[in-house]
């Protein structure tokens, strides 16, 4: 399987603490991109990073990519019990933009 | 922003019985739509690139007589499931790349009793 991992699986942290979550791939790609889901909803899109990027910031989010190593982390600063969902990476196969998901995270901000 | 919609939220059928989802892309036009799977506590699986004009493209252990897709216009694209059983219960999501985001739909949960 091509499929991303993702670690922590899951991870629960005081409300105001800053969560870190990383994603391996297995393929060269175009670009990374960061979801969060909410219990039985659809996937919102928070942040693209590029392959010839290193680092990209979005409000409270702030996103790395090392491609030598296949890996990405997001970190969320500040955190807040609406941050409490599931987060996915996702890559495109170079060339491609079919979306091979990571296995997630499954996020808890207790307030 | 990129709007992705889809109907049914939700559906409850009998075993045995077709259900068709739409997608639909809002306010941008997409040549290319995905539709994706994904069970209870799991990450999303692609089932299908949906190709307006053209025959979709199915992913490796996907059935496509199964999993019938129609991209009939730039705007919309449909996922027919046909014959279901219990075990096609999941949720369904769509999605689709006005640029090099790809924007998802709310997903459909389907149920076969």
């Known amino acids: 399987s091509q499929q991303g991992e993702e670690d922590p699986q899951a991870l629960s942290i005081q409300e105001g603490e800053n969560a870190t979550m990383n994603c391996s791939y297995k393929t060269s790609i175009n670009n990374l991109q960061w979801y969060r889901q909410n219990s039985g909803r659809g996937l919102v899109h928070l942040i693209l990073i590029r392959s010839n990027e290193r680092e990209k910031h979005s409000g409270r989010l702030r996103v790395t990519l090392d491609t030598s190593k296949k890996s990405s982390s997001l970190l969320i600063t500040a955190s807040r019990a609406a941050d409490t969902a599931s987060y996915f990476c996702a890559t495109d196969d170079f060339g491609n933009e079919k979306l091979t998901f990571g296995t997630g995270t499954r996020l808890t901000i207790i307030p | 922003g990129a709007v992705v919609s889809q109907h049914p939220s939700w559906v409850i059928c009998k075993s045995g019985t077709s259900v068709k989802i739409e997608c639909r892309s809002l306010d941008f036009q997409a040549t290319t739509m995905f539709w994706y799977r994904q069970f209870p506590k799991q990450s999303l699986m692609l089932m299908a690139t949906s190709n307006e004009g053209s025959k979709a493209t199915y992913e490796q252990g996907v059935e496509k007589d199964k999993f019938l897709i129609n991209h009939a216009s730039l705007t919309l694209s449909t996922l027919t499931v046909t014959s279901a059983h219990p075990e096609d219960s999941s949720f369904y999501i769509c999605?689709?790349?006005?640029?090099?985001?790809?924007?998802f739909g709310p997903g459909t949960r389907l149920t076969v009793t």
């Open positions: 999605s689709a790349t006005p640029r090099d985001e790809q924007y």
